[in-house]
């Protein structure tokens, strides 16, 4: 089964606790702190794995968890770093948010990397926090929580030529004749539910990577039949080879499939018609193709090559493939976003800035205190420890969250909430 487009969950690994440690070794007095940083969360990472066809892997394994640091030591050592967890894709991945659609990384590339979600930084131990003024600190930090998202992995097929066409034309006995490649062929209306792709070679020594990609019919961009399925992936092609049954078998006209095929490319990208086109007329070994072919082109307006070959006798194949290859010699990569040009193979891109929280008041009466910046500095504080508490007392304040809860009405006693902690309001 082919998968181009899945859903998947990526949690970064967490930061690892600092220690709350003092030296205790004979001969030593006053031997100050000594609690080590905990280590860095694993980030995960998406590399690009050339061998890789399909997201199929994906289908099973929706949920990608990171290893989480090592927490501080006493005598000051540090906790060790988790390693990042790398996740193989197949060239041709975009990675967007699963909420918005906006692109974090286009792979394309063997080996190309890109961070999904980033490990928390370690927690600090109390040496750090010893001063002149509290030089034997009771003060430490959790680890950072990673990173957390949903994100929508989609495949677009990396073939330097498309074979696009009505079902049925004979697209995947071209490619069966071309390549190595072995398509499902049958005598119905989508025998290629998906993508195939063969390596050609021509006989000159130069060679490209074919599709055969499922049929077009009318309204495919709007998502009729295998609309959208067929045209995310033609996106990538840099030369359309568009397939024409010229024998008319099953009652239709060649030159209106010619345009109906056409006209859906246009309606999905305009930028789908800038690529150079070659008309291939197959199945000229039947009764009429010659009287049909006659016929298309005296209603043929644009100048695109025709070739009139069978893909059963093999008749006419090897001036195709010539053809296909002067093409792609002078065809320049298309990129994905025509607005966006210079942003079409971003590696990462940081989140926007959201504000640093935000005060809302339930029906009970209760406050409640979100976002991100107040939700981090709360899961790194352990408040088992009076002095974690008040350093976290003092950054509440230096936010301006003190300030805001008075603006919207609080008073001494009031209940005050933060994730799942619960607190009184002393003015």
Known sequence: MFVDQVKIFVKAGDGGNGMVAFRREKYVPDGGPAGGDGGKGASVIFEVEEGLRTLMDFRYNRHFKAKTGEHGRSKNQHGRGAEDMVVKVPPGTIVSYADTGEAIADLTEHGQRATIARGG??????????????????????????????????????????????????????????????????????????????????????????????????????????????????????????????????????????????????????RLMERPQIIVANKMDLPDSEENLKIFKEKLQEDYPIYPISAVTRQGIQEVLFEIADKLETTPEFPLDEEKEEESRVVYRHEKEAPEFYVTREDDGTFVVNGPRIERLFKMTDFDREDNVRRFAQQMRSLGIDEALRERGAEDGDAVRILEFEFEFVD
């Open 121 to 270: 930084r370690g927690g600090r131990g109390n040496t750090r926090f010893a001063s002149p003024s509290n030089p034997a600190p009771e003060l430490s930090e959790n680890g950072e929580p990673g990173e957390e998202r949903e994100v929508t992995l989609e495949l677009k097929v990396l073939a330097d030529v498309g074979l696009v066409g009505f079902p049925s034309v004979g697209k995947s006995t071209l490619l069966s004749v071309v390549s190595a490649a072995k398509p499902k062929i049958a005598a119905y209306h989508f025998t290629t539910i998906a993508p195939n792709l063969g390596v050609v070679d021509t006989k000159d020594g130069r060679s490209f990577v074919m599709a055969d990609l499922p049929g077009l019919i009318e309204g495919a961009h709007e998502g009729v039949g295998l609309g959208h399925q067929f045209l995310r992936h033609i996106e990538r092609t840099r030369v359309i080879v568009h397939v024409v049954d010229m024998s008319g078998m099953e009652g239709r006209d060649p030159f209106e499939d010619y345009e109906k095929i056409n006209e859906e490319l246009k309606q999905y990208k305009m």
